[in-house]
């Protein structure tokens, strides 16, 4: 089940990268070629989107469990089932709610942005 730091979602669309090498790239004038200096694992910024569906009152718990992760480091479950642990939320868009319709109590439809890097 999609989740955000125990924060059950009904999906998690995005891709949290895997740990990639950051690189610094130089030229020093009358030398062929480039210089690289590896700076480690740096490069893994992530843009999640979280959906969730529920009554009025349950997407707005929803929305305030969602904007207490900026700032921490959660674990976010995609929606295949991969844990990616040490996600550093560092920005929580607005939460966008739309209604739905309404099968089985099912009265809205809520989404928001997730912005961050992956520690390592």
Request: aromatic share 8%; proline share 4%; with cysteine.
């Amino acid at each position: 089940m999609p989740s955000i730091n125990t924060i059950v979602c009904f999906s998690i669309i995005g891709v949290i990268p895997a740990p990639k090498m950051k690189l610094s790239v130089w030229t020093v004038p009358g030398i062929n070629g480039y210089g690289a200096q590896q700076l480690g694992y740096q490069d893994q910024h992530f843009e999640v989107i979280l959906v969730g569906y529920g009554s009025k009152s349950a997407a707005q718990t929803w929305n305030t469990q969602v904007c207490a992760c900026q700032g921490k480091s959660v674990t976010i479950v995609d929606d295949f089932g991969k844990s990616n642990e040490n996600c550093l939320v560092t920005e929580v868009g607005p939460m966008r709610f739309e209604a739905a319709i309404a099968a089985g109590g099912i009265a809205v439809r809520a989404e928001c942005s997730v912005k961050g890097v992956v520690r390592t």
